[in-house]
């Protein structure tokens, strides 16, 4: 990248501290669960960012077979400039752009690269690591029952009528309707806390700020400080924690990160082990803990993340050093106890995925029969295909 602020928009000089790239995920199969309260949103995940200098210039190495998109960022992580398209390299291949947005008549010079140039790999994103995009549950509930649930979910009074607990919506799965959780949907329907790009409804093209941490509320409510009836400044998060907010934010704020008819989020609470949780829970830290919701105590997405282990667990270990008597890492034998528990409160999956098929009896995705006509073929070619070595 020759110089970011080469644009038909007004990106003032110096703005800039680096890009970020975002990786898309193509659509399975034909029929897909919503992601998010966009209607037929892709999902994505952040890749990493690579710093970019005083001169406006950036060179990073990046996946090669992999559709990128690329996002500009301030000093507070929050995106100012986004693509609304992606490139796609081969191995090898390089690419070069004169800017962001720059006048269309322009186009890079063909130049070697300056004996002086410093091409950066791209620095991991913050938060937890799994498969595919970006998921809510995952990334984004845990800084809320970090910071939030406090006054925002537990208690019979609910500050603001904002409840932020993780509660999964039971369904169902419909078009138009996404199957999320009770803080999403609260902060979904905020007037103008979480602004995102929705599908036919975009401007034409892009503008700083625009859309995003930028253009919504919440992200400059937890920057701030986000004050309480008293005017004390309250949710003041640690850096690592707001740029978790960000990244979602600046995906366009979706809920789930892949395309999947049997999600981790949707698993049932076992009885048993719910019981079994709780009682554990009650000896170890008391039973006002015990009794509480519980969403305020297992992520259904992701269990090391639960509030139950991360809030006892001391800040050195990655945790939240909330509550006395915890565990001094993830490798204390209480800690190891209330996993156990925490993912055996939880029925598996009834289904699984199977190349990306839902493999239900009764197909939700519509792909399905790609397997079944498999295997009919090879039952009706197995002797020419025995025959000619190919099994």
Not at 2 to 7: D, G, K, M, R
Not at 26 to 51: C, H, M, N, W, Y
Request: aromatic residues 8%.
């Amino acid at each position: 990248m020759q110089n970011v602020y080469e644009s038909t928009e007004q990106i003032p000089a110096g703005s800039i501290k680096s890009l970020r790239v975002v990786r898309m995920y193509p659509q399975t199969t034909i029929r897909v669960p919503d992601r998010s309260q966009v209607l037929f949103e892709t999902a994505k995940r952040v890749l990493g960012t690579a710093p970019v200098g005083d001169d406006g210039s950036v060179a990073f190495r990046a996946p090669a077979g992999e559709p990128l998109m690329f996002q500009l960022l301030d000093e507070h992580g929050m995106a100012v400039m986004s693509m609304r398209t992606f490139v796609y390299l081969h191995p090898g291949e390089q690419a070069t752009c004169v800017g962001c947005h720059e006048p269309r008549h322009s186009s890079p010079q063909t130049v070697p690269l300056p004996a002086d140039v410093r091409i950066h790999g791209i620095t991991p994103p913050v938060g937890p690591r799994y498969e595919g995009g970006l998921n809510f549950v995952r990334t984004v509930q845990p800084v809320l029952d970090r910071y939030c649930i406090r006054c925002h979910g537990l208690g019979e009074k609910v500050e603001g009528d904002v409840n932020l607990l993780g509660t999964m919506d039971p369904g169902p799965v419909n078009l138009g309707n996404v199957r999320a959780n009770t803080a999403y949907h609260t902060l979904a329907k905020l007037p103008g806390m979480v602004v995102v790009a929705h599908r036919n409804r975009e401007t034409p093209y892009s503008k700083p700020k625009d859309y995003f941490s930028h253009a919504g509320r919440l992200a400059g409510l937890l920057l701030a400080g986000h004050p309480d009836q008293e005017g004390n400044h309250l949710a003041l998060l640690d850096p690592v924690s707001f740029r978790r907010m960000v990244q979602w934010l600046d995906l366009n704020g979706e809920f789930y990160g892949d395309y999947s008819w049997n999600k981790p989020e949707w698993r049932a609470v076992s009885p048993e082990g719910e019981k079994a949780l709780r009682d554990h829970v009650r000896r170890t830290f008391g039973p006002e803990l015990a009794e509480q919701p519980f969403a305020a105590l297992v992520n259904v997405g992701l269990a090391t993340e639960s509030r139950i282990l991360k809030a006892p667990l001391a800040v050195e270990a990655s945790g939240w050093g909330q509550i006395e008597g915890g565990w001094g890492s993830t490798s204390d034998p209480g800690y190891r106890k209330m996993l156990d528990l925490v993912e055996a409160s939880l029925q598996p999956p009834e289904y699984h995925d199977v190349a990306g098929t839902c493999q239900r009896p009764n197909c939700e995705c519509r792909s399905c029969w790609v397997h079944a006509a498999r295997q009919q073929w090879k039952r009706q070619h197995a002797p020419a295909v025995a025959e000619a070595g190919m099994e």
